[in-house]
């Protein structure tokens, strides 16, 4: 601008400067991070057809496992799970990482598929999320919530008593988590103070497990560095 005295349209006032919604409305509209009506309307379009075809997917059904979330406290978008059971009489285990299938909802090209590669993460203030996607995707459809059927890409480990991977299978899934959990609650659980026996007894083994496999990775890494 060259003239001292600019000539210009107000075409929105936002609030006053200084007041913290307002200036988080004003990144927002800055940086361009604003979700558009257009991509709503795309979702409703995709999980209309979501729900016409939701068994048509060869998915392996995991229901019946023993499903559970730990997350910092006061998460919303829940992305990962895991599940961990005995495998007979071999003393083995079977671990399941559970991962929400954000293509069940997000097709490929789509104006969805497109809007999240451009912003590439999702953005973290001091005391907001803009997620990558929508809010009704991020912390509805694929947030896997306790009590509710989630459909996800799952890896499922077996493990030998000695903590040793012994084979894996990655396949698309359906759960339905038992627990929502948070770090604390978690600890609390191991300090004794849960009165659930079925769920300490499934965190107590899924923790014997991954202790048992994070021996054997330090051993490997105490090998190669010893080499």
Do not use: W
């Not at 406290?73 to 003393?91: F, P, S």
């Not at 803009?130 to 995707?137: D, F, Q, R, T």
């Not at 007894?201 to 990775?217: G, Q």
Request: hydrophobic share 30%; proline share 2%.
């Amino acid at each position: 601008i060259t003239n001292k005295y600019p000539i210009g349209t107000c075409i929105e006032n936002i609030g006053r400067i200084g007041d913290r919604n307002v200036e988080f409305d004003y990144i927002l509209q800055k940086y361009g991070l604003k979700y558009s009506e257009r991509l709503y309307r795309e979702y409703k379009l995709s999980t209309d057809e979501t729900s016409k075809d939701d068994f048509n997917d060869i998915r392996i059904d995991f229901r019946d496992k023993y499903v559970v979330s730990i997350d910092p406290n006061g998460c919303r978008d829940i992305d990962d799970a895991l599940h961990c059971c005995k495998t007979g009489d071999d003393g083995g285990y079977e671990i399941g990482v559970h991962i929400a299938d954000v293509t069940k909802y997000v097709t490929e090209n789509s104006i969805l598929d497109k809007e999240a590669s451009k912003r590439l993460s999702s953005v973290y203030m001091r005391d907001k999320q803009i997620s990558m996607l929508p809010p009704c995707i991020t912390f509805d459809e694929c947030s896997l919530h306790a009590g509710k059927d989630k459909y996800t890409m799952s890896v499922i480990y077996k493990v030998s008593k000695e903590g040793k991977i012994t084979g894996y299978n990655v396949c698309k899934g359906l759960i339905n988590s038992k627990h929502s959990l948070d770090y604390e609650t978690v600890q609390t659980i191991f300090d004794g103070t849960t009165e659930n026996t079925e769920l300490r007894e499934n965190l107590y083994l899924l923790n014997s497990a991954v202790c048992k496999l994070n021996i054997n990775e330090c051993h490997l890494i105490d090998n190669i560095e010893g080499k």
